[in-house]
């Protein structure tokens, strides 16, 4: 029997992964950039190497696949390539795809800085800018704000783009000079780097370091989403969708939301499928808004993979199944996404797509729920209201009801 049951369905606008089934989850169609990464991988490019490897450590583009993520990101670093270094010392920290050795981790990250610095030393502004944004983003190593200041003040002051905006980041992050940071990211941002102005207009949209502006703000942004960045591309659409510092336009918001998703923006992909499965800002398309999902799943986005999953569940463009549609829930799960682990947990107590499982939909509930699922919490007070995978409990049935109804995002039941 199944029960009436609260479904996550989002459609408004806006790494490792566990398999519930042994059906593997296809490839999608060769795409020409991934052809290319390969064939650049095979001939022993090095940074090549080491972007495969990502993809084949998330997931993105190819079937997920830490062991072979590993050996790519071996051979990159003994190929000399930093990134790969602090990659592969990453993989030996957390035991991905390799046996955790924390010995060989330190050595690997010690290789990767010791080059970055002799390449700095030499006046190689990308090694500084490098060196800067592993100690401030704690890439392999310790974050370490001093250490990261000197080196990104080092890159600014070489005249490195990239530096200056890092660097004008970090000032924005400790909040000790809002002046000095908007004055690196306005100077990179004259420089032509779209990320620095896409910082500019944040600054001048929030009023820090400078006086608010969101005429300017929009200025900047549209600059970043002109020179092709794709960041900017979908924060504009996102600004054309809700009328922020721009007269609300749906059709506009979605023909820039396309843009970014076609420069490879995941989140990008996920907002356009979620505008055409409705049909917001153009004719409704549900075949293109699942071609979007899946696009978008394949670059590791959760939402992209739970909508994948909706699609998939329900029929909606592309062809229904139940069992794809429980991997991709699964995904989705696996990285937070709480309207995922809900729905997965209906198909475990349905027996769609997986082996039916009442004590395991339960468990996915109560997790859903503690992430404040809203349809999680209703779906616990049927649960305990019928005993459906749990003993009837009237007291608890009626207190997740009032969780629901009052969509409380906290506590548990006692």
Known sequence: MIWFWRTSVIVASVAALAFVTAKPVPTPKPVPALQKLQKAAQAGDATAMNQLAW???????????????????RKAAEAGNPPAMLNLAMRYRTGDGVPKNEERANEWVQKAVTSLEA??????????????????????????????????EKGSNAGDARAMTVLALSLVQSDKDPQQSF??????????????????????????????????????LQKAADKGDAAA?????????????????????????????????????????????????GAKDEPEA?????????????????HLAVALANGRGIA???????????RASDRGE??????????????????????????????????GNVEAMHNLSQAYQKGIGVAV??????????????????????
């Open 233 to 281: 591309m979908r924060l504009l659409g996102e600004r054309y969708d809700r009328g922020e510092g721009v007269a609300a336009n749906k059709a506009e918001a979605l023909k820039w939301l396309q843009k970014s998703a076609a420069a490879g923006d995941a989140a990008a992909m996920t907002e356009a499928g979620m505008q055409l499965a409705i049909g917001i800002g």
């Open 119 to 152: 390449s700095a030393g030499h006046g190689d502004t990308t090694a500084m800018f490098a060196l800067g944004s592993i100690y401030q983003f704690g890439v392999g190593v310790a974050i370490d704000q001093m250490r990261s200041r000197q080196w990104l």
């Open 183 to 220: 004055g690196w990211a306005s100077r990179a941002a004259n420089a032509g780097e779209p990320g620095a102005m896409r910082l500019v207009a944040e600054l001048l949209a929030a009023g820090h370091g400078v006086v608010r502006d969101q005429k300017q703000a929009l200025a900047w």
């Open 290 to 306: 699942a071609r979007y999902f899946l696009g978008a799943a394949y670059e590791g986005d959760a939402r992209g993979m739970f």
């Open 338 to 371: 709480a309207a995922a682990t809900n729905n997965l947990a209906l198909l475990y107590m349905n027996g769609r797509g997986v082996e039916r499982n009442a004590a395991e939909g339960i468990a996915r509930f109560q997790k859903a729920a503690a992430l």
């Open 393 to 414: 409990d009237l007291r608890k049935a009626d207190e997740w009801e009032q969780r629901a109804r009052a969509g409380t995002e906290t506590a548990r039941p006692h």
């Open 55 to 73: 993809r084949y450590s998330s997931g993105a583009g190819f079937p997920e696949d830490s062991r072979k993520a590993f050996e790519l990101f």
């Open 320 to 330: 229904k199944d139940d069992e794809l549609a429980a991997i991709w829930y699964q």
